[in-house]
């Protein structure tokens, strides 16, 4: 049984900064490329950060130069550092790993306050 389980979210006042991690398990997580999207109330699911299997990154404009996507294939694991955190980035942040077939977590909530 394939699982992505995301943690970190919460609440932060802007300025600030959370780590999110998503930890895979029935998987071979280091053929997959995996990446977060983020979702907020009325809008879509959007792509904030993704990387692939050979580590090449890239990132929704409105997040370059404060996420930082990063993976530890030894642990299963694909994190998100957001640093300098708006009220624009408040949404449910969901994991996904992609290969042959496509999983998702069940998403974290962060929230910054303004």
């Known amino acids: 049984q394939v699982q992505l389980v995301e943690s970190g979210g919460g609440l932060v006042q802007a300025g600030g900064s959370l780590k999110l991690s998503c930890v895979a398990s029935?998987?071979?997580?280091?053929?997959?490329?995996v990446g977060w999207y983020r979702q907020s109330p009325g809008k879509g699911r959007e792509l904030v950060a993704r990387?692939?299997?050979?580590?090449?990154?890239n990132y929704a404009d409105s997040v370059k130069g404060r996420f930082t996507i990063s993976r530890d294939n030894a642990k299963n694991t694909v994190y998100l550092q957001m640093n300098s955190l708006t009220f624009e980035d408040t949404a449910v942040y969901y994991c996904?790993?992609?290969?042959?077939?496509?999983?998702w977590g069940q998403g974290t909530q962060v929230t910054v306050s303004s």
């Open positions: 996904n790993a992609f290969s042959t077939y496509e999983y």
């Open positions: 029935g998987i071979l997580f280091n053929i997959y490329s």
């Open positions: 990387m692939s299997r050979i580590g090449s990154t």
